[in-house]
Each structure stands twice: as structure tokens, then as C-alpha cells.
């Protein structure tokens, strides 16, 4: 089976490449990821951070949270990833992003106390968690 994602920003000066197994992928609900995206929510996959590198251009960091830190594209403002402190061995990418979005389907909705009232019934089939964990 081929785990190789490839992906970039829109104007194409970012490129990436996830070469690895998914280990989490979702929709995300929370403000932070609102703000960052200007969108409603914004679906993660989730690789070892061994397994994820940047193939071209480099990208903008923005330090959003005192454990996290995100990168975009300092032309177009394409959001692509997401490190937090606690996990250095995780790196999340941002689906969309994705040469082909399709390559990865999410399974759980989180942060869900954050989500948006215009997305009721949205993807309600999928496990939610008004956190981010089932715990």
C-alpha cells in the first residue's frame, strides 16, 4: 500500500510530502483553528513527524497557543500544519491542503463545544467530543 501524500499551498511555492501511515485524522471545531482558517473547522491528519518533511519553499511559523505552533504559506496564507509541544512526535497537516483531499477521510468530529450552529447535522455520523478526546 502507497501512504505517500503529497500536497502544498495555492500558489505552489510550499510543497510537502507525507510519507507514512495516518495515525488520527478529523474535523476540527475550535476557535484557534477558526481563526487561523477563517472557516468553520478545519479536518487534520495526523503522521509521525518522521515521516513528514517539506519538499519545497519553506513557510511561514506562527506560534497561535503557548504549546503550538502552525505553518502557513507567507504569500498565498495557505494553512499546512500544526505541531503541539506535547506531541513533537506528531506532525498535523491540514486535509485540504492535499494534492488530493480524497486520499484521507476523517472519523471524528472535536472540539465540537466550539462548532458552529449553521453546521448542525454536519457529519454527525462520525464520533464527537466537545474537548478533543473521548476522555
Not at 502507497?2 to 478529523?26: E, M, Q, T
Not at 503522521?47 to 504559506?73: L, M, N
Not at 496564507?77 to 494534492?99: K, M, Y
Amino acid at each position: 500500500m502507497n501512504n505517500v501524500r503529497d500536497g502544498g499551498c495555492l500558489c505552489g511555492k510550499i510543497r510537502y510530502r507525507a510519507d507514512g501511515p495516518v495515525r488520527w485524522s478529523g474535523h476540527c471545531h475550535c476557535r484557534l483553528c477558526q481563526r487561523a482558517s477563517g472557516a468553520p473547522l478545519v479536518t487534520w491528519f495526523t503522521v509521525d513527524a518522521g515521516d513528514f518533511a517539506f519538499t519545497a519553499g519553506s513557510p511561514q511559523r506562527y506560534r497561535s497557543s503557548e504549546k503550538g505552533e502552525r505553518t502557513f504559506c507567507g504569500d498565498c496564507g495557505t494553512p499546512l500544519t500544526f505541531r503541539h509541544d506535547d506531541s513533537a512526535q506528531d506532525v498535523d497537516i491540514t486535509a485540504a491542503s492535499l494534492d488530493d483531499p480524497d486520499n484521507v477521510a476523517p472519523t471524528v468530529n472535536v472540539h465540537t463545544v466550539s462548532r458552529r450552529r449553521f453546521l448542525h447535522g454536519f457529519d454527525e455520523t462520525l464520533p464527537s467530543y466537545r474537548d478533543g478526546s473521548e476522555s
